[in-house]
């Protein structure tokens, strides 16, 4: 599965974007999805993730009510719709994909459980 970001851009506190993250070489919904974050200096974060169906998802303390991450199945599409945005949400925005087999709500979180990354797409966010 090849992952492929984007979206990102210079924004001003407050603004919005959206992300996107388009699958290919793959069954789109043989897998969950999720986006990470790498701010400079420090470690990856989980972000968002969703299941496959959609009836999952989760979200880091930091973005609950500010983000929402999506997928579209038939377009093997991840979308993380971003709000209200603030200088601390600038970093390195990257999707991944966990195969389902492997992919837990209890383990969403946990990078190692994702075999496919994008190749991260820059939010930043100027105060």
């Known amino acids: 599965v090849q992952l492929q970001a984007s979206g990102g851009g210079l924004v001003q506190t407050g603004d919005s974007l959206r992300l996107s993250c388009v699958a290919s070489?793959?069954?789109?919904?043989?897998?969950?999805m999720t986006w990470f974050r790498q701010a400079p200096g420090k470690e990856r974060e989980f972000v968002a993730t969703?299941?496959?169906?959609?009836?999952?998802?989760d979200y880091t303390d930091s973005v609950k009510g500010r983000f929402t991450i999506s997928r579209d199945n038939p377009k093997k599409s991840v979308y993380l719709h971003m709000e209200s945005l603030k200088p601390e949400d600038t970093a390195v925005y990257y999707c991944?994909?966990?195969?389902?087999?492997?992919?837990?709500?209890?383990?969403?979180?946990?990078?190692?459980?994702?075999?496919?990354w994008g190749q991260g797409t820059q939010v930043t966010v100027s105060s």
């Open positions: 991944a994909a966990a195969p389902s087999g492997r992919y837990s709500y209890s383990s969403s979180r946990d990078s190692v459980q994702y075999d496919y």
């Open positions: 070489g793959g069954t789109f919904i043989n897998y969950g």
């Open positions: 969703i299941n496959w169906n959609s009836e999952y998802t």
